[in-house]
């Protein structure tokens, strides 16, 4: 089975989950006089379910005929690709997302962007840490002092 | 009319809005070709920047800045290096690039250039024709016909969006409405489908999902797939083209004006279906010595898909600027950052907000201006980003799209939704789901459900869809453009390998 009907699977199960929700737990905690408009809070979602089972049967069964097709990049030889880097990179914007109050703005994101280049394979560090430096700092710059939205620039142990 | 104008002129000719033009065309070129970032991505990059500025006119002239900039940096690519970075410029590495090796690069640029001025410039012409004759038509609408037109357009653009998969960008664009129900909605003041997590209450963030389903997976893309960029394009020079290359390519550019504009009306079909629309159509009028040219560095080639693909993103902004209906991606996109300013596209903006709507005609007039004059003078040193070497500019990339989504929400989960969207996004491009139809659903959800709901209490029931005759002739015309799969062939075939979705 290819990729995309695995996905339909995926999505048939999420629109039976919503339409489970919309069609049988949502409305008992509806207001009585609630129950007297034409319009209730789960209407809109059971029609949704509808459609979407619709859809997505429709690519799971195949009904609608088209040739298999690449696209950009062909997923069955994945490993061919530079998966891992990729992969680390993804880890990479969890850890930052995660770190990004406690460690303060600045050390993060030079962090990021020093240890983004290095899963790229860059290896002259001087010159990423100074790209990385003058980059944060000048975003830091611009977004708090420009745009004026506080972002904590240093970890939160100084205070910053 | 003279009046719209004349508040546009004032508007667009502020200092600060001009800065914002001339910075958004040039921010725009610059990313726009780098291959594999199209504008919808570079304008989700850009939007914390233009909410945050908070005057929506500012706003929409940088987005409507860096739109153009995009599509012309694409170009520019394009005929250097047969390197399309936007799919609407495809057709133009037809010609362009064998021109660039034969040593006319500067000449390739040029008509490049002129023929989107141009393209550009009509468009807009026909944009203040047909925009306020649009939104007094709007005017009469009841949000019965509100509701049945939200659901033409959004089965136009699965219809027409995907490549040649109907039942697939119909499902991206359920699940789109279906995000768009999560959340604690103005309508019933009730948290729905939040499963108790707080973080859900007010629904998914519209500036994540735009990053996660366009910024990142390209970033993705280019890590998977480095892309190997062959030859510099030669030196750049004789930027000058003669009388008579004028005088046979303007013909060309007066009919795909016209063409590639109202191609870019229609919900679904934008700037890269009327740019290889285009071309083929002056392919087959051209004489028979001049067919043999094409796809060997005919000029006429060059301006056909150039003109048609500027004169279509503005062909785009009428349903945007007159029904509230965006018909592309980067419509959608824009329609999002505007109602973050509080500004609500559709007939009443004409009427409420004025000065909105004519700085933006006048910026696209000034912008495609300042592509012309300013920025094909520079292209020889902006050429230089592409010599970026990758390992930087991925981590950049990242880097802007994640503080894209942090700056709207000053908020880290959303970074982590982010990411999670992005992986699920990667997935379905791996699988060739269509997701600029996800994102204009989930933008039009919330409207769509409103309509609906208003005219559901209206006439207490469904009773409007066959009471009201245009109701149900526009929900008919809905249920046609989902079931006859017409276009389906021919726009698989256009969609080619290593091009991000343009529009």
Known sequence: MALDRWIALILVGICLAYGYTAWFTMDAGLAPFMKRNPIWPSTFPKVLSILGLAASCVILFNLEKNEPEVGDIDYRRLHEYKLGQAVLLLTLMVIYALSLRPLGFIGSTMGFLILGSAILGERKWHIMVLVAGIATFVVWYLVSQVLGIYMRPFPSFIGG | ?503
């Open chain 2, 1 to 503: 009319m003279l009046e719209g104008l004349l508040i546009g002129l004032q508007t667009a000719l502020s200092l600060q809005n001009l800065l914002l033009v001339i910075g958004g065309c040039l921010i725009g070129t610059f990313i726009g070709m780098l291959p594999g970032l199209g504008p919808m991505s570079i304008i989700s990059i850009m939007i914390p920047v233009a909410i945050s500025m908070g005057d929506p006119s500012g706003a929409l002239i940088l987005l409507a800045g860096v739109y153009y900039g995009a599509i012309f940096g694409g170009s520019t690519s394009s005929i250097l290096l047969n390197a399309p970075g936007v799919a609407g410029t495809v057709a133009s590495a037809f010609d362009g690039y064998p021109m660039a090796q034969q040593g006319k690069a500067g000449k390739a640029l040029t008509i490049a250039a002129v023929s989107s001025f141009a393209g550009g410039t009509i468009g807009a012409v026909l944009l203040m024709i047909f925009a306020p004759a649009l939104s007094s038509v709007a005017l009469l609408f009841h949000s019965a016909e509100y509701f049945a037109l939200m659901v033409v357009g959004l089965s136009a653009i699965a219809a027409f969006a995907g490549s040649g998969q109907v039942a697939k960008a119909m499902m991206m664009t359920v699940l789109g409405l279906i995000l768009a129900t999560v959340g604690e909605g103005a309508l019933f003041n009730l948290p729905r489908f939040t499963m108790g997590i707080m973080d859900l209450q007010s629904g998914f963030g519209f500036i994540t999902l735009a990053m996660a389903m366009f910024a990142l997976p390209e970033a993705i893309f280019l890590v998977l797939k480095p892309k190997v960029i062959e030859g510099d394009g030669g030196e750049i020079k004789d930027l000058r083209i003669t009388k008579d290359e004028a005088k046979s390519i303007a013909p060309v550019i007066g009919r795909q004006s016209i063409q590639g504009f109202f191609i870019g009306v229609l919900p679904g079909a934008g700037a890269t279906i009327a740019s290889f629309l285009g071309y083929a159509v002056e392919r087959n009028l051209s004489t028979k010595e001049e067919q043999e040219e094409f796809g060997k560095g005919s000029i006429k080639g060059l301006a056909a898909p150039e003109t048609a693909n500027n004169a279509a993103c503005t062909g785009s902004f009428v349903p945007l600027l007159t029904l509230g209906i965006p018909g592309s991606g980067t419509t959608a996109i824009l329609l999002g950052a505007l109602i973050a300013l509080n500004v609500t596209p559709g007939p009443r903006l004409m009427i409420d907000q004025p000065q909105v709507f004519w700085a933006v005609i006048m910026s696209m007039f000034i912008g495609n201006l300042i592509l012309l004059i300013l920025n094909l003078p520079l292209i020889p040193y902006i050429a230089k980003v592409l010599s970026v070497p990758r390992n930087y500019l991925i981590p950049f990339i990242l880097f802007f799209t994640l503080m894209g989504a942090y700056i709207g929400q000053n908020n880290a989960t959303e970074l982590l939704m982010l990411v999670g969207f992005g992986v699920c996004a990667t997935a379905l491009r791996f699988a060739n789901y269509p997701l600029a139809p996800l994102l204009i659903g989930f933008i039009l959800g919330g409207m769509l459900e409103d309509n609906f709901a208003r005219s559901m209490q209206l006439y207490d029931g469904v009773a409007f869809i066959w009471e009201r005759p245009m109701t149900l002739g526009l929900l008919v015309l809905a249920v046609i453009l989902v079931i006859l799969p017409s276009f389906r062939a021919r726009r698989a075939k256009l969609k080619r390998k290593g091009v991000a979705d343009g529009d």
